[in-house]
């Protein structure tokens, strides 16, 4: 939809389209370089089975706010999202895919404490290059345990945090 709009800076109107028959959101706002902020809470993703890409390589984007109808983050979702420090993972998300955050070494903040169970994490690689010592998975205290054991998750278990020890 607003593939390699490589100028653009801001939309305005996302909240007025409908997205409820959409499936596949592959690229929609890939290489939108100037894109600082974007808003798609409104959308409705409950049938979305594709979101590979959705954001890759929108390099300036700080903030993504996502619909709690969302249920997986796609491969390569977020690659060279180079300004984006953290993202907030919505409750109904149930997996994510393989090089999902990569190449984001300045995201230190995967939240997901909103989470209603342990999405499944498809590979460990979904992290690849996300090189930052400091980042933090911040999980819902009632699933901590199972989080840190979980099939992937255990790779990353120095990184996993309770949301009740976790500080901004």
Known sequence: MFYNCWSLKSLDF??????????????????CTLLKEIDI?????????????LFNSCTNMERVVYPDSMTRVGQSQFNYCLSLLSVRIPPNVTSIAPYAFEYTQNL?????????????????????????????????DSLYEQWKSANNWNALSQFIVSASDYSD
């Open 14 to 31: 996302l909240d007025r389209l409908d997205t409820s028959g959409v499936t596949n959101m592959n690229g929609v706002f890939r290489a």
């Open 41 to 53: 809470s409104t959308w409705d993703m409950s049938n979305v089975t594709v979101s590979n890409s």
């Open 108 to 140: 230190i903040l995967f939240d997901f404490r909103d989470l209603l169970q342990v999405p499944v994490l498809e590979n460990a690689n979904a992290f690849t290059n996300n090189t930052n010592p400091n980042k933090k998975i911040v999980v819902p």
